[in-house]
């Protein structure tokens, strides 16, 4: 390459003398700038070289066959990406594959500290069309005809032509049409697409049928009589009614009845009986979702009518308040359908006997629980104990219940109960809650207990009651002995109570209800009703752990121990105990209240009812004997009893006291007191003196005050 050099000469009047050793570095720069130069233009023609010499190189991957690998100087890489190409990074070869689709040549380095290498590869085959390009595709039409659709230079399909060269009809296909008067014919679709020829005429009406019988257009252009068969559309436009499923009526149809189940209605003599609709001039006989239902149809013309479609009788008879699923229909005690319109009215419900003489209506349909009385259907009264009764019956979840008014056990509050072996507990208690004693209940049923109060037959009582008939029935009272059932203050002194080690005594008496005591032969023996709260403690005392284990089932007495000083009743919770061994009768205390209480105690009454010759009511309310007095000395016994809450009622019996003058002491302290509501009275008969008084703490004589006096002061000997 020749260089062109502008040189300017100084004058010589200016030009100064340059040294030696200016003249070497001027020249040594300027030799290292011209070699310099030609490396860097040497290698720059030596990598264009190369890279021709990359670019005619054969890869394959198209129709050339094999390809060789790309050569880069110094085992270099290249670069896909246009913005990164330099001199020592060309860029990475392309070529064609699949339909349309392309692929890179690469190569990756790997460098580490003392060697390098790379790795050059063809990438996955990208952008592949759906065709080759310019091609086209055929496919057979149903039909018999052809259609294409071309593929783009793009690879990609384009829409597919109209069918050509197509037949009348696809292969196997029947095509039907009507000829005649009602009649049809058919033909088929031949293996060449072509139809083939009309069968005859089927089915085409006779001409002199066309004249004597009634033929319908139908919706699917058909002739017909039996429009059951075809559609509501058919039907309606015939002016006629769709039930559902059929037609009512057709004009040849004679006498058409039918039921249509799940239908919107029935036919009832070629007349359509919508649902909810009576069959006119009836009132026994309606149509209920398609259904035709009697109500307690006693005409047998009737009840014989046959459904015209099907071999069976089209009334479905049903008996006096009967109602469908719904409650919509009801059968009424008249023989008549009304609407009851939702409320429960299924059960025939009978008058009471008594009330049958003055009521018209003898039954009626009432709901499950409720009751007729002649005029309403009362209400069931089994949660109500508060409602009054109707000729001394109430109505407990749908029956007449013979019920009395009941009383709580303190008698301070009346109601009834659902059963009549039930004690009223509380009117304000809960009727779920009934016969649990343990819980909040209105009303407990015979032989439960709540406290000292057990119910025995609906009528209240005690469990003391229990306990002083059983410490008799083992004493056998043929004996002299003295019972004393009161209070615990009246009853327990501070002997006689210990077991092993403990003092029962003062555990009980003041969580106890009453305690008896019985004296026969030397011996005392103490008993009470517990409990169930003072299980825990008195199980503690070794003698009783075995006895709180027996089944509460069981009603008879049970030894505690092998010491025979310990007894118990589970069933009535009862404890017997004392400081010597004795036995207990294993006759159930139930069975023996009976002849060793009740019947001694109904003769008092009774004799005193004689004696006095009124009835007394008051003393026949005597039941719960939980304050008792009994002895017998002798010829000598006394029998006594006061019960109450807050008016006390007293009875006493003395017999064998023909020279002690009873009546005169009783006579003397009423007249002291001058206290006529009190009603003290003696009276004597046969030897026998009897003696009587009502009151309370608000009257001037309280029998209370006079019990200990009468019965446990006095000793008889």
């Not at 002690?660 to 302290?669: K, L, R």
């Amino acid at each position: 390459m020749a260089m062109k050099v502008k040189s300017t000469t100084a004058s010589k009047n200016t030009r100064k003398p340059i040294s030696l050793t200016n003249k070497i570095k001027n020249s040594s720069k300027e030799k290292l700038s011209f070699y310099l130069t030609a490396f860097l233009m040497i290698n720059f023609l030596f990598v264009i070289l190369n890279l021709n010499d990359v670019s005619s190189q054969d890869y394959g991957g198209g129709d050339g066959g094999g390809y060789s690998e790309p050569y880069y100087p110094g085992g270099s890489s290249c670069t896909s990406d246009p913005n990164l190409v330099t001199w020592y990074l060309p860029l990475c070869p392309v070529q064609s594959c699949g339909f349309c689709g392309t692929q890179a040549y690469k190569c990756d380095t790997i460098y580490g500290w003392d060697y390098s290498q790379t790795t050059c590869y063809w990438t996955v085959c990208s952008n592949v069309g759906e065709c080759s390009a310019n091609s086209v595709q055929t496919e057979s039409c149903i039909d018999g005809g052809v259609r294409f659709r071309p593929c783009s230079s793009a690879c990609t399909f384009g829409n597919w032509s109209n069918c050509i060269g197509m037949g009348q009809c696809n292969s196997g296909e029947i095509q039907e049409d009507y000829c005649g008067v009602g009649g049809t014919k058919a033909r088929a679709c031949q293996s060449n697409f072509q139809w083939g020829p009309w069968s005859d005429c089927q089915n085409e009406i006779p001409h002199q049928d066309i004249e004597s019988a009634t033929y319908y257009c139908a919706s699917d252009r058909t002739f017909t009589q039996d429009l059951d068969s075809k559609d509501q559309e058919s039907c309606n436009k015939a002016n006629h009614t769709w039930t559902g499923s059929k037609c009512c009526s057709e004009d040849d149809d004679i006498l058409e009845y039918y039921n249509d189940p799940s239908g919107i209605g029935g036919c009832w003599n070629k007349t359509a009986i919508l649902s909810g609709s009576f069959v006119k001039n009836t009132k026994n006989i309606v149509n209920a979702n398609g259904n035709f239902l009697g109500c307690n149809i006693l005409d047998a013309g009737l009840l014989q009518i046959k459904d015209s479609h099907k071999n069976y009788n089209l009334i479905n008879n049903t008996l006096l308040c009967f109602q469908d699923d719904y409650k919509f229909y009801l059968c009424n005690e008249d023989n008549e359908w009304v609407f009851s319109n939702g409320k429960d009215r299924s059960k025939l419900s009978p008058i009471l006997p008594s009330l049958s003489s003055t009521q018209e209506k003898q039954f009626a349909c009432c709901s499950q629980t409720e009751c007729w009385n002649g005029s309403i259907c009362v209400p069931n009264q089994a949660a109500k104990p508060l409602q009054g009764n109707y000729q001394q019956h109430r109505c407990i979840d749908g029956n007449w219940i013979f019920s009395e008014l009941k009383s709580t056990p303190f008698g301070d509050a009346f109601g009834f109960c659902p059963k009549a072996k039930q004690c009223l507990v509380s009117p304000f208690g809960n009727t779920l809650d009934n016969e649990m004693p343990d819980k909040n209940p209105q009303c407990i049923i015979d032989g439960q207990y709540i406290g000292d109060d057990y119910c025995e037959r609906g009528n209240w009582t005690s469990r003391t009651k229990f306990l002083a008939s059983a410490l008799l029935d083992s004493a056998k009272i043929e004996q002299d002995f003295v019972l004393f059932c009161d209070k615990a203050e009246n009853v327990l002194n501070e002997k006689d109570h210990v077991i092993g080690t403990k003092n029962i005594g003062a555990i009980l008496k003041g969580a106890a209800y009453h305690f008896c005591t019985i004296s026969y032969n030397g011996k005392v023996i103490v008993g009470t009703a517990i409990e169930k709260k003072m299980f825990s403690q008195l199980i503690e005392i070794s003698a009783l752990a075995s006895c709180f284990s027996l089944p509460p089932s069981d009603t008879a007495f049970r030894s505690c121990d092998s010491s025979n000083a310990v007894w118990y009743n589970p069933s009535l919770a009862i404890l017997v105990y004392s400081t010597t061994p004795f036995s207990m009768a294993q006759d159930s205390a139930l069975q023996a209240f009976f002849s060793v209480i009740k019947s001694p105690i109904d003769s008092l009454r009774y004799a005193v009812s004689v004696l006095r010759n009124e009835p007394l009511l008051t003393l026949e309310h005597i039941s719960r004997f939980d304050r008792l007095y009994l002895s017998k000395h002798g010829t000598k016994s006394i029998q006594g009893v006061i019960e109450g809450f807050q008016d006390l009622n007293l009875l006493i019996e003395y017999r064998g006291f023909e020279s002690t003058p009873i009546c005169a002491s009783v006579e003397e302290y009423a007249f002291k007191f001058n206290d006529t509501a009190s009603n003290l009275r003696c009276q004597q008969l046969n030897g026998t003196y009897f003696v009587t008084a009502e009151g309370s703490f608000l009257t001037g004589i309280n029998p209370d005050e006079l019990w200990d006096d009468l019965t446990a002061k006095i000793r008889i000997s």
